[in-house]
């Protein structure tokens, strides 16, 4: 018999679903918000591996419920921190995501983002359509330009090589990086230089997020953090919003602490209308979109859909979190 397969997803693209019914028995939530947990842990009851996505938490509750036939998980992120990797390598089950395939997206995002932010797009453009545009005039809707700018990045894997990558072009004074381990290869590639967190802090004009979730990245941009950044400071992150403590954060734009802010990840997702950082003007709040760019989702789909197959013929799968 067929191997199942379920999806917590009914609308990722058809191609990746298509690769998988040819093998396997195909089973798909029905509805455009995320499985219930309830739901999802009935459906996983019995089946050989799961195609899930980074708004669906794969703790042991649900290894336990699905039953020794789980061989894969793969979810069509590159974050893979909804997913206890460890609970699952201690079952036996391989977990597959997919990087690289949405690197440049994510870079372009983070760009469009970060220039939206720096030129107060967003505020502008409201202006044009209540009246607020009166006429040209010499210090309106002025911004910060990236050139002569000194750059920090937190992070500096591919998604933060491809970045920098970016912004080289805008002629800033000064890239650096943070990261446990220096990169010399890649740093050389866009001269970035790498210092400390603290360093970083206290240097930057744009500060750049762009790290994996993990115990030792939770809420390291804090109270403390905010306190030591240039008050003409922007921040912009495509990472994670668990990075952040967003209360503190808020706070920090709302005291004038920092500039501005420019997020396309929060803590909730979504963000609460009612949210404080939804009342600031200096602020550009973007639904998770890093990776929407039609192309990409289609072959992450894909990707996933591989991820799974292999795995399910005992095959080095395309990209699997070890
Ligand atoms: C998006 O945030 C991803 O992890 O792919
Ligand atoms: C602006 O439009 C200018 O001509 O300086």
Request: charged share 25%.
């Amino acid at each position: 018999s067929q191997p199942q397969v379920y999806v917590t997803r009914p609308d990722v693209d058809i191609s990746g679903l298509e690769l998988l019914r040819k093998s396997c028995n195909v089973t798909t939530w029905s509805q455009a918000l995320p499985v219930p947990r309830d739901e999802l842990l009935r459906q996983i009851k019995g089946k050989d591996a799961l195609y899930c996505a980074l708004t669906d938490k794969i703790d042991a509750a649900v290894l336990d419920a699905a039953g020794e036939q789980l061989k894969c998980i793969a979810t069509i992120s590159v974050g893979y921190e909804h997913i206890d990797v460890d609970e699952c390598h201690k079952r036996g089950i391989r977990v597959g995501y997919t990087p690289d395939v949405l690197t440049d997206a994510t870079a372009e995002l983070t760009l469009a983002l970060l220039l939206a932010t720096n030129r107060r797009l967003f505020e502008a453009n409201k202006e044009v359509y209540n009246g607020g545009w009166k006429s040209w005039a010499p210090m309106w809707m002025c911004g910060h330009g990236l050139k002569n700018s000194r750059v920090g990045f937190f992070g500096f894997g591919r998604i933060g090589q491809e970045i920098a990558a970016r912004i080289v072009p805008f002629k800033p004074a000064k890239i650096t990086y943070t990261t446990r381990t220096a990169r010399p290869e890649e740093a050389a590639k866009v001269n970035a230089e790498h210092v400390s967190f603290d360093e970083m802090l206290c240097s930057s004009d744009f500060i750049v997020v762009s790290c994996a979730l993990t115990p030792n990245t939770k809420e390291i941009f804090n109270a403390a953090a905010f306190e030591k950044m240039k008050t003409n400071c922007i921040f912009i992150n495509t990472a994670r919003g668990g990075v952040v403590d967003q209360m503190a954060l808020c706070e920090a734009l709302q005291a004038k602490r920092i500039l501005a802010a420019g997020l396309d990840v929060t803590t909730p997702e979504p963000l609460p209308l009612d949210d404080p950082l939804l009342k600031l003007d200096n602020v550009v709040v973007l639904p998770h979109i890093g990776s929407a760019d039609i192309e990409t989702r289609k072959e992450m789909s894909r990707i996933t859909a591989r991820n799974i197959l292999a795995a399910l013929q005992g095959c080095e799968m395309e990209a699997e979190v070890k």
